[in-house]
């Protein structure tokens, strides 16, 4: 074997090495961010972009009793330098508002598609109100 292909070879497991490492510490980060989050309610996390090339985003709503979200994280960007940071544009929306078609000035339509996916967990989740007052998701007893 020539010296060239096993340097060239030895390079890419470098990169290779290093691109894992950043993408682990950046999970880990979004991770922790998502536990802090947790203290505030019920979580999901939603997941929009594109599938193979692209930019992707990961919005992650924490919701009070009522469904109303009290806080917000997004994780948006195209290298593993990317950072949750705080998405406050979503703080006193509903999850059925999140849920459905409407608008939230500030985010794009990437964002806005996974603020819906993370209400869309919540609200299949249960314990969402509906209008009647009685607790949608929820099954009760008869009996």
Same mark, same amino acid.
């Given at each position: 074997?020539?010296?060239?292909?096993?340097?060239?070879? /030895? =390079?890419i497991?470098?990169?290779? #090495?290093?691109?894992?490492?950043?993408? %682990?510490?950046? &999970?880990?980060?979004?991770?922790?961010?998502?536990?802090? =989050?947790?203290?505030?309610g019920?979580? &999901?996390?939603?997941?929009?972009?594109?599938?193979?090339?692209?930019?992707?985003?990961?919005? +992650? =709503? +924490?919701?009070?009793?009522?469904?109303? /979200?009290? !806080?917000?994280?997004?994780? !948006?960007? @195209?290298?593993?330098?990317a950072?949750?940071? $705080?998405? $406050?544009? *979503?703080?006193?929306?509903?999850?059925? *508002?999140?849920? #459905?078609?409407?608008?939230? $000035?500030?985010?794009?339509?990437?964002?806005?598609?996974?603020?819906?996916?993370? +209400?869309?967990? @919540?609200? %299949?989740?249960g314990?969402?109100?509906?209008?009647? #007052?009685?607790?949608? #998701?929820?099954?009760?007893?008869?009996?």
């Amino acid at each position: 074997m020539n010296d060239r292909w096993l340097w060239a070879f /030895v =390079l890419i497991a470098v990169a290779m #090495g290093l691109q894992l490492t950043l993408t %682990a510490r950046q &999970a880990m980060a979004f991770t922790n961010a998502v536990h802090e =989050l947790r203290r505030s309610g019920r979580t &999901a996390i939603g997941l929009s972009g594109r599938k193979w090339w692209g930019r992707k985003v990961y919005v +992650a =709503l +924490a919701v009070d009793p009522e469904s109303i /979200v009290v !806080r917000a994280i997004r994780l !948006r960007g @195209l290298t593993q330098f990317a950072h949750a940071k $705080p998405a $406050p544009h *979503y703080t006193g929306l509903t999850v059925s *508002y999140l849920a #459905g078609h409407g608008d939230v $000035p500030g985010c794009g339509d990437i964002e806005r598609a996974a603020a819906r996916q993370a +209400a869309q967990t @919540l609200s %299949a989740a249960g314990g969402s109100p509906t209008a009647d #007052g009685a607790t949608k #998701g929820r099954e009760t007893s008869t009996s």
